[in-house]
């Protein structure tokens, strides 16, 4: 089976987590799955759950811990036990990682659009290393993220500045991607086949420019 990039999306307890195990799974054919983990235990609530979700994957996978810098850690793991399949949950946490270590000082009801073209500047170098290291392997890779942008609106700054850097990191994977899965309670709809067909719809060009 030919290697693909995966991207699949979701809200909170949509089951992206669970269809995205599944799927390294399979596609794995039983072989090893390299799990590449970006949350940071910062308190009690979040360790306990870190804990929880290395115990319901499969033991002989391998888990590697990347906060910020998952594309070092793949090269590195692929070229001395390379895996036929890459799952990073999730893209959600790396960029309010990067977001958070670039704007550690961040208050108030203002956000300078300098500091905002920081990150940004930040996180786009991060997904385009992530690409990078996806092309330079064999192997397929999963990513899983939030969908956040369907809610309230945040009424703070810095998490609608969050919102938005997320929005675009996902548009951008989703255009790289084979194929983009949505999870809605638990079912999985393949987005990239109706986006095709919309296009060809439309005489094979994007009628629906970026508006925000």
């Known amino acids: 089976m030919p290697r693909e990039l995966i991207l699949i999306?979701?809200?909170a307890r949509s089951g992206k987590s669970a269809a995205a195990e599944a799927l390294a799974g399979r596609r794995s054919g039983g072989a090893p799955v390299l799990f590449v983990a970006t949350a940071r235990p910062s308190d009690d609530e979040m360790r306990a759950r870190i804990a929880r979700h290395q115990g319901e994957r499969p033991a002989h996978w391998h888990t590697i811990e990347a906060p910020l810098h998952p594309a070092e850690a793949i090269r590195a793991s692929q070229a001395t036990h390379a895996?036929?399949?890459v799952l990073l949950d999730?893209?959600?946490l790396l960029v309010a990682n990067h977001l958070l270590d670039a704007l550690p000082d961040v208050a108030g009801d203002t956000l300078p659009a300098a500091d905002e073209a920081r990150a940004q500047a930040i996180i786009d170098a991060a997904i385009a290393d992530?690409?990078?290291?996806?092309?330079?392997?064999?192997a397929t890779m999963i990513l899983v993220s939030n969908e956040v942008g369907m809610g309230l609106v945040p009424p703070y700054p810095l998490g609608r500045a969050y919102r938005d850097l997320l929005g675009r990191v996902n548009a951008r994977l989703a255009a790289q991607a084979d194929a983009v899965l949505l999870l809605i309670a638990g079912?999985?709809?393949?987005?990239?086949?109706?986006?095709?067909?919309?296009?060809?719809a439309q005489g094979g060009t994007q009628t629906i420019?970026?508006?925000d």
Not at 187 to 200: D, N
Request: aromatic share 6%.
């Open 90 to 92: 999730c893209i959600t």
């Open 209 to 211: 420019a970026e508006s």
């Open 9 to 11: 999306l979701g809200g």
């Open 83 to 85: 895996t036929p399949v």
């Open 130 to 138: 992530l690409l990078a290291a996806y092309r330079a392997t064999d």
């Open 187 to 200: 079912l999985p709809i393949e987005i990239t086949q109706l986006a095709a067909a919309w296009r060809a």
